[in-house]
């Protein structure tokens, strides 16, 4: 029999775990639509966020389905026995024995389905064209029973699914057909089941047959894409210039006009992260521009309607975040409500908080503070007086003199690498802010008190304070160290990363990655990612090795970008330049931003933004220096942190420390503030600032995160003649691709993937991985030798010429696992699962393989020399030229197996 793979389904989302109490009847139902459907072009959903009400409560449906060919179908499943049923008036049931005495589970479905076809329906190309069905699922039902109750005689009965409909399959599957649990037998094919009764139900709104274009429109609305769609009706302030010059055709307005009509392509990833729920700890890695707060403020929105009564807090360390994040929250709600409900700040069960919090605004901190019955500290209570440092000194504070309430169900961290520290700031190894924020939240399941729904999203490359993203094991304690490896059950992964960039366009992204790390450095990389499967996670092919000395080539992934402007626009989007002075610098700033203003018909605020470079205090000089000239040049500026535009320091009634942007005026921001903002039209000044100090990488990464606050164009400019300069002007030139030779990062070494966290860890002396999810992982060519693997799950893994010796596998899964070449001499692999494994022309020398599963294996060629295979189980594996000399095999069953010499076991022999 066939296994259902939820890696090979993705198109099936489980917005929430199917295996709670009561819930056996609706996952049979689910694991029938995926049986049925999974050879058909659509995506499916257990319990899609629409929410529609029901009595005193909000309710979504059980199952949505959105097929090219049927459009959208609605399933309401009811796990209810035929003697619960009372009586049916119309569509309303009436039940006894069950968990609410009446219902209108069709009503309530068409409800449901309205409300995704009036989304639909604000779509031209959408409107009254789509298919609408609504069906109600009986999994404890059979049709016999439902007639020996007459209730099919009654005018108002519904297409329903009955039991023995769950076991029918039309035209089986290729692959299919266990799930979650739960396992479908298969059954010949019948005159029913859900492949035929879905298709022949007849649609309570008759559409059309979608062409192409509508379908990936039908999957965009499906995934609020069009929510966020800009429209291009805009309002350009009145400028104060003598001249006012009409927008020219090809105007950076018009292409913006055009890009935002433009419907991103539908991203089966982060439909995924954002509307499910997980059971624990989830932790997200994305680059920058990848999506990552508006799918935590969408995975807010919708534990929020799901669970009314849970204690959410969505968590961030900028405060110019506050805006932005609640404007995506009420977005979301009301998307998700139909447009009932909204972000109410003053809802306790669904908080924005600041990590700290302020004296007018609470923070996450001093929310926890006030539930410990103590008083919070501030920024001048602490001895490192800087935000980051102090904030990590006052949670330390807190976890060593009280006992953390437990006041939260789920805590979203956005920016997480911004609340990282040093290692002399860790509070008993672990990360302080990290470990507050664990010991704050209820357990997810009393029986597993240490699964708590902790959900962080970061990106390593805009790290302004450490130089390092710690593991699990290095924020929570080498106890939680594999608490977000793998995945939960209905395949919720437990990391997840974010490969594609849909804000910063690829020219811009790939010049900031380069420089950013140093890759065409004379002096050699100084951080950066060194495997190739960490280059590909972040979208780009790799050609060489990264051993030292080797040349490497990386080409940007041409699919990785949703970002369509250098298409549109026939210029360069990214510009350098350098000035012979400061003064002359600050002259072209203005020219250029009155050009945007007069000609391009830029809005000041919102569309163009300006970031000056430097350390702290240099910054803040050159801050104020660029807004003064502006303000000369007859430009409105405006300061983060002050009330409103021209003004220079935010003192007492003329600050705000949330506001980023103010109507009319150019924003002019130091990085710290700009992070988590972005802009159309974007400039960097002083990179000379950088330059003369090029080696620091905190200071690369101040502007590989300003190159990345861009939505269309930045001009990077700066004075002087430094080496860096021409290396900037290597990587423009460069284009999509990079060539470069290999030298170890002189710095740190950043990893991106479950593979390269697992060999940093190795490498740092840990060796203990027992239990670990590694289904699916890339380890070719990797060095894990004696390392504790027990109870490992390693099935798909891609462990070619990888040095193993010594390893304990005992117990582990390594079905479908390619180990081909891999040495695994003294290898403990007693009860190891090896089915369908390909273990071709590997070095099992004196290994253990007592009892192991070995079925269908690829043994072709290996060395077996010495090996202990009692009690294997070899049937129909293939040992074609392989060396067994001394090899113990008691036990055996070897029907089926193909033996060293070629002959097959049990046929003639």
């Not at 105007?251 to 392509?265: D, G, H, N, V």
């Not at 071709?840 to 294996?857: C, P």
Request: include cysteine.
């Amino acid at each position: 029999m066939a296994i259902y793979r939820p890696e090979e389904n993705r198109k099936f989302i489980t917005t929430e775990s199917t295996g709670k109490s009561g819930q056996r009847g609706e996952s049979r139902v689910w694991s029938a639509v995926k049986i049925a459907f999974a050879d058909r072009e659509c995506i499916a959903y257990w319990r899609y966020p629409i929410f529609s009400q029901v009595g005193k409560t909000r309710k979504e449906p059980d199952i949505l389905i959105a097929d090219f060919e049927l459009g959208l179908i609605v399933i309401e499943v009811k796990s209810v026995r035929i003697d619960q049923i009372v009586a049916i008036n119309g569509h309303r049931w009436e039940f006894c024995n069950f968990y609410t005495s009446d219902a209108s589970p069709y009503a309530q479905a068409e409800n449901q389905l309205f409300a995704l076809l009036g989304y639909c329906d604000r779509e031209p190309l959408l409107r009254r064209k789509v298919n609408g069905r609504v069906i109600i699922a009986l999994p404890l039902i059979t049709e016999k029973q439902w007639r020996e109750k007459g209730f099919h005689l009654l005018p108002s009965c519904p297409p329903i699914i009955f039991k023995e409909d769950l076991f029918k399959l039309s035209s089986p599957p290729s692959h299919l057909v266990e799930s979650a649990g739960s396992m479908i037998p298969p059954f010949p094919a019948r005159e029913r089941g859900l492949a035929i009764i879905i298709p022949q139900t007849t649609p309570i709104i008759k559409g059309e047959n979608l062409n192409e274009e509508q379908w990936k429109l039908l999957l965009s609305v499906l995934s609020g894409t069009p929510v966020f769609r800009q429209s291009s009706s805009r309002i350009i302030p009145q400028l104060q210039f003598p001249e006012v010059v009409s927008p020219i055709p090809e105007s950076r307005t018009s292409i913006l006009a055009k890009a935002r009509q433009q419907l991103s392509e539908f991203d089966i990833q982060q439909e995924r992260i954002g509307k499910q729920i997980p059971p624990g700890a989830q932790r997200i890695r994305g680059i920058a521009g990848s999506g990552k707060t508006v799918l935590l403020c969408q995975k807010a929105a919708n534990m929020h309607l799901k669970h009314p009564e849970w204690d959410i807090a969505l968590v961030f360390f900028s405060r110019s975040l506050y805006d932005p994040i609640t404007q995506q929250l009420d977005k979301w709600l009301r998307r998700f409500s139909s447009g009932e409900i909204k972000f109410d700040r003053t809802n306790q069960k669904l908080r924005v908080l600041h990590a700290w919090g302020g004296k007018n605004q609470p923070g996450l901190y001093s929310v926890i503070c006030s539930a410990a019955g103590v008083l919070p500290l501030t920024v001048y209570d602490t001895d490192s007086k800087q935000p980051n440092a102090s904030l990590a000194e006052a949670c330390t504070l807190l976890l060593q003199t009280v006992e953390i309430p437990q006041i939260f169900d789920a805590i979203l961290i956005d920016e997480g690498q911004d609340l990282i520290v040093d290692e002399e700031l860790k509070f008993e190894g672990k990360q302080p802010f990290y470990w507050l924020t664990y010991q704050s939240l209820r357990p997810v399941e009393l029986e597993h008190p240490e699964q708590r729904r902790l959900i962080w999203a970061y990106d390593e490359a805009q790290s302004l304070e450490s130089l390092h993203m710690p593991t699990a094991g290095e924020l929570f304690g080498d106890e939680l160290a594999l608490m977000v490896t793998g995945e939960y059950a209905d395949g919720i992964k437990k990391t997840e990363i974010l490969q594609r960039c849909y804000r910063t366009p690829t020219p811009i992204l790939t010049v900031a990655h380069a420089i950013g790390m140093g890759l065409l450095r004379p002096g050699g990389m100084l951080s950066g990612i060194t495997r190739s499967e960490d280059w590909k996670a972040l979208g780009y092919e790799v050609k060489g090795r990264f051993s030292p000395g080797r040349q490497i080539t990386l080409k940007c992934a041409s699919d990785r970008s949703g970002n369509i402007i250098p298409q549109l626009w026939e210029k360069p989007v990214l510009e350098f330049d350098i000035y012979d002075d400061r003064q002359s610098e600050l002259t072209a700033l203005a020219h250029n931003i009155i050009y945007n203003l007069k000609c391009d018909r830029l809005k000041p605020s919102r569309e163009i933004l300006v970031i000056v470079l430097g350390c702290f205090g240099e910054a803040i000089e050159l801050e104020i220096e660029v807004a003064e000239f502006l303000m000369s040049q007859g430009i409105d500026i405006f300061i983060p942190g002050t009330s409103n535009c021209n003004i220079l320091t935010p003192y007492l009634e003329y600050s705000n420390p949330n506001k980023f942007w103010c109507e009319g005026g150019v924003t002019v921001s130091r990085i710290h503030r700009a992070k988590g903002n972005e802009a159309d039209m974007v400039y960097l000044v002083g990179l000379d600032n950088i330059a003369e100090n090029e080696r620091n990488v905190k200071l690369r990464n101040q502007l590989f995160i300003a190159l990345t606050r861009t939505r269309g164009w930045l001009k990077l400019s700066g004075i002087g003649n430094y080496p860096m300069y021409e290396e900037i002007r290597s990587a423009i030139a460069s284009g999509d691709t990079f060539n470069f030779t290999f030298n170890r990062p002189q710095k740190r070494a950043i990893s991106v993937t479950n593979a390269g966290e697992l060999l940093n860890l190795y490498a740092a002396g840990t060796r203990n991985f027992q239990n670990a999810d590694w289904r699916g992982i890339h380890l070719a060519y990797a060095n894990l030798q004696d390392a504790n693997c027990i109870g490992t799950q390693l099935n798909n893994a891609d462990l070619r010429n990888t040095q193993l010796d010594g390893i304990k596998l005992v117990i582990a899964d390594l079905s479908n696992a390619d180990l081909s070449n891999a040495s695994l001499r003294k290898a403990k692999m007693m009860g190891a699962i090896l089915r369908n494994a390909n273990l071709s022309y590997s070095d099992l020398s004196r290994a253990d393989l007592s009892d192991a599963d070995l079925r269908n294996a690829n043994l072709v060629g290996a060395k077996l020399v010495g090996a202990n295979l009692s009690g294997v189980d070899l049937r129909g594996a293939d040992l074609t030229g392989a060396d067994i000399a001394g090899a113990e095999f008691s036990d055996v069953n070897w029907m089926g197996t193909r033996m060293p010499d070629g002959k097959i076991y049990g046929y003639g022999n």
